[in-house]
């Protein structure tokens, strides 16, 4: 019996963070932390049951002049569903209600296979206020 490989396909996999049986969204799949000198402020768990769903846990955070979190004043809280999750490209958009009842709208984009940027999309929001790094617990 001889075995033969397909140089092409082991590129396009190792490249494209995607292996047998994955779906674009299957990538975004998982527990999802944001922490800052290690206090964990957002939670974010996404799992592809017919389409993406899941649950965020935020808490308060502090973000100084430059745009980067300088202060996490209470850490990531109880979950809340997901609301109107879709994966748009290379972006996955989403609302979740935060604990006030206001409806908050986030964008996350892979930067890795464990690692990724959330996006807080508020009117009024700073543009300076850069995107929150994540990293894949689970």
């Excluded at 972006?91 to 690692?115: P, V």
């Amino acid at each position: 019996m001889t075995t033969q490989t397909l140089p092409g396909l082991a590129v396009l996999l190792v490249s494209g963070f995607l292996t047998f049986g994955d779906t674009q969204e299957d990538r975004y799949v998982g527990e999802w932390r944001g922490a800052y000198r290690g206090k964990v402020f957002v939670v974010l768990k996404l799992e592809n049951k017919k389409g993406l769903r899941g649950s965020l846990g935020s808490g308060q955070i502090h973000v100084g002049e430059d745009g980067l979190i300088d202060e996490v004043g209470e850490e990531a809280g109880e979950p809340r569903p997901l609301i109107d999750v879709k994966l748009v490209g290379e972006k996955l958009s989403f609302r979740c209600k935060d604990s006030d009842g206001e409806i908050d709208h986030y964008e996350m984009k892979l930067t890795g296979e464990s690692s990724a940027e959330l996006r807080l999309l508020l009117v009024g929001l700073p543009e300076a206020v850069k995107p929150f790094t994540l990293k894949r617990s689970k």
